[in-house]
């Protein structure tokens, strides 16, 4: 039961919280706040489109780098198939430019490429006497030495491509009973497939030469290498060539005793 106060007014008519019958009508106002939005946060719809850049992102990097890798490769096994050629490229140059020879046949044999005498198996082109031998305290030979070159099937990969170019060194120039055979042989490239001496008299490039019939060095030495074709196949190498100009002349002026 509620108990009105002397000042509050019955009449109807004049206090609208009272209805026709006398009762109060009491009005509560409830205030609700709404959160506010939070702005530190991501929808699905930013969340999804930043992934869809990060994936691109990491396609376009990865599709980068997989090239540089892959011509990185590339490099590194076109060095690696280089290298050996240039290197034996500058060791038959070298024992070319060092050429010394003799008519006579003593001590040095003649530059003769028909109808060497004491050819090994496999030999590739004539004799070379060169003067490029190394010089060291326990060999008994001087810097004179006769070098060969072969081509031979490899033993160690059976099957390969190409043969091997080996070098045959002969340090005893001067054997009392039996002839001279190679003290050293080292294989200096590998997959060849074919190995040319071409000799220039002045006016073009012969395949013979002979200083037994002909009273000098030729004018320069042309080698040509032509390496095998690989397993996978491809087109044929270009051959591999180097030019070593001739500086030796042989004396052909006869010589008289003086008395």
């Known amino acids: 039961m509620i108990q009105s106060s002397p000042n509050l ?4 008519n004049l206090n609208p919280n009272l209805n026709p019958s006398g009762e109060i009508k009491i009005r509560i106002k409830i205030k609700i706040r709404k959160k506010k939005k939070d702005s530190t946060a991501f929808t699905l719809m930013e969340v999804l ?3 869809s850049i990060c994936a691109i992102l990491l396609v376009a990097i990865h599709t980068v780098f997989y090239s540089a890798l892959r011509l990185r490769n590339s490099t590194v096994e076109s060095l690696e198939a280089s290298l ?4 034996a490229l500058q060791i038959m140059q070298r024992d070319l430019a060092n050429i010394v020879i003799s008519t006579n046949g003593v001590f040095f044999g003649p530059l003769q490429t028909t109808n060497p005498t004491n050819a090994l198996p496999d030999q590739i082109g004539p004799d070379f ?3 490029g031998g190394e010089l060291d305290g326990m ?3 001087g810097n004179v030495e006769k070098i060969d070159y072969l081509l031979s099937v490899p033993t160690n990969r ?7 170019l080996i070098r045959a060194v002969t340090r005893n120039l001067l054997p009392i009973t039996q002839i001279p055979q190679p003290e050293e042989k080292h294989t200096i490239l590998s997959g060849v497939q074919m190995l040319t001496f071409l000799y220039y008299d002045g006016t073009q490039w012969d395949p013979n030469w002979d200083t037994t019939q002909q009273t000098n060095l030729p004018l320069a030495i042309k080698v040509q290498i032509q390496m095998a074709v690989r397993s996978g196949g491809g ?14 002349l042989l004396n052909t002026n006869p ?4 008395q």
Do not use: C, F, H
């Open 129 to 131: 006497y060169t003067s």
């Open 9 to 12: 007014n019955l009449n109807p």
């Open 255 to 258: 010589i008289t005793a003086i």
């Open 158 to 164: 059976p099957g390969g491509v190409g043969k091997d």
């Open 139 to 141: 060999a008994p030979w």
């Open 49 to 51: 489109i930043a992934i």
């Open 235 to 248: 087109l044929t190498p270009q051959p591999l060539e180097v030019v070593v100009p001739m500086d030796i």
């Open 84 to 87: 050996p050629r240039e290197q």
